[in-house]
């Protein structure tokens, strides 16, 4: 059978192989790791949907193959194995030649990213021999047998109706239907492999000193990607303010013990998240994005925040959806534990997926101020830099605060000057005094 790379949804047209886990000639059970794939939205594993032989891998390592395309070819348990292989030999060569020859025109579809959709015929699930085969990766399959579960039997609630681990855990706890519908949005990166040593080359320059050449994949080269996508269609500006901090560093210090006492590690991020949920109701275009195809504005009544994470490999923006709806501590949390599995690499798809807004808190790692890339096709970002004491005036006096510079940068075609000094004004407020964040709870 053809092993083909899957359509998974949220307008993903092609991806990177990364690293083949498997070699031809080798034998794999159903369910096993055969290929590691980079994609806009996300790193993973890619399973064998089959028990039997890899008769030949197709795609190298390196190359960049639109949706669709034949991968490998695999003998199942039972077939003559080099007929299989004889029936798609040809074919096979020829796709892998013409993803080639296609990658410009799929790189310019790329750039419709936040409006696209999934291809055609697409589903969550597959059929082979008639019956019905859930999409799900290794991690949630695993799961599955763990938990005594049939996975093919769970309506899935991720892209395309994939089966997440939270629709494995509510099916073994007896809830069979969905819970939630999955929301349908965008997302910078997630995490995967650097390129290794080997594929490091160096080489003399015409002054005979030694250079370095790291081929730019995997995150690397979606991250190049995104950002050249963002600043070309979007006209940045950038507005920064400063932010005394005194107040909220008081009431997290009140807050702590509770805190603990719930294994919440509550830090001023939390107060942040929850400040620009409440001010991005009140400034909806700061919460939008443009589509330029159709020359709209899309005003999101839903507010899923972004927040950028420094890992090893690379930028990754997992994602508080509803940040709205959820209390500090439920912020506090969420952020911590997904901050914690984009650094090793253990997030789904359906986390690094739908922000609105995102934030850059760059305050552990310091610096004054910086002017941070918007996360494309999103129409502003929040960058936070370093806290301190700093020397300020207050009442014709000069005393010492704890002052956080903030800078947003914005999509200067729907939000004007104004308008995001007034936002980034709100947000601050709802900092300096607390009482009016906890005023504006619902």
Do not use: C
């Not at 129409?379 to 207050?394: F, T």
């Amino acid at each position: 059978m053809e092993f083909k790379l899957a359509d998974i949804g949220e307008g993903i047209h092609e991806g990177e192989i990364l690293r083949w886990v498997v070699k031809e000639g080798d034998q794999v059970e159903q369910d096993a790791p055969l290929v590691e794939v980079q994609t806009d939205k996300v790193a993973a594993e890619l399973p064998s949907p089959v028990a039997g032989v890899i008769e030949r891998i197709v795609a190298r390592e390196g190359q960049v193959v639109p949706v669709g395309t034949v991968l490998a070819v695999i003998s199942e348990a039972g077939a003559h194995p080099a007929a299989a292989a004889a029936s798609v030999a040809a074919p096979v060569a020829a796709e892998v030649q013409a993803s080639a020859q296609e990658k410009p025109a799929t790189q310019a579809s790329a750039a419709q990213e936040g409006r696209a959709t999934a291809a055609p015929g697409a589903s969550g699930a597959a059929r082979r021999g008639g019956k019905r085969r859930a999409l799900a990766t290794p991690h949630v399959r695993a799961l599955a047998r763990k938990l005594g579960v049939d996975i093919d039997e769970i309506d899935g609630t991720g892209p395309v109706g994939r089966v997440t681990e939270e629709d494995v855990r509510r099916f073994a706890e007896g809830g069979r239907g969905p819970a939630v519908e999955p929301d349908r949005g965008h997302t910078e990166h997630a995490v995967e492999a650097q390129p290794t040593a080997a594929s490091r080359v160096a080489t003399p320059e015409a002054s005979g000193e030694l250079v370095e050449q790291v081929p730019l994949r995997g995150l690397r080269r979606r991250i190049a990607e995104h950002m050249v996508q963002a600043k070309r269609i979007i006209p940045h500006a950038t507005h920064i303010d400063e932010v005394e901090m005194d107040g909220i560093e008081a009431l997290r210090e009140r807050l702590r013990p509770y805190a603990e006492a719930r294994g919440v590690k509550l830090t001023s991020l939390a107060f942040f998240v929850k400040a620009v949920a409440i001010a991005l109701k009140e400034f909806p275009y700061v919460n939008a994005s443009v589509d330029e195809a159709q020359e709209h504005v899309l005003l999101r009544r839903y507010y899923h925040i972004g927040i950028a994470v420094d890992t090893e490999q690379g930028l990754i923006v997992p994602v508080v959806k509803h940040a709205d709806q959820k209390s500090v501590f439920e912020i506090g949390r969420e952020v911590s534990d997904l901050a914690r599995r984009a650094r090793e690499n253990r997030l789904s798809l359906d986390e690094v997926t739908g922000s609105t807004f995102t934030i850059s808190n760059a305050g552990a790692v310091g610096g004054l101020y910086a002017t941070p890339i918007i996360n494309y096709p999103e129409s502003a970002i929040l960058g936070i830099h370093k806290m301190a004491p700093r020397p300020v005036v207050r009442n014709n006096e000069i005393v010492i605060r704890n002052i956080a510079h903030v800078s947003l940068s914005f999509d200067h075609r729907i939000i004007d000057g104004g308008m995001a000094i007034r936002f980034t004004n709100r947000v601050r407020e709802l900092l300096e005094e607390p009482d009016r964040l906890w005023a504006e709870l619902r």
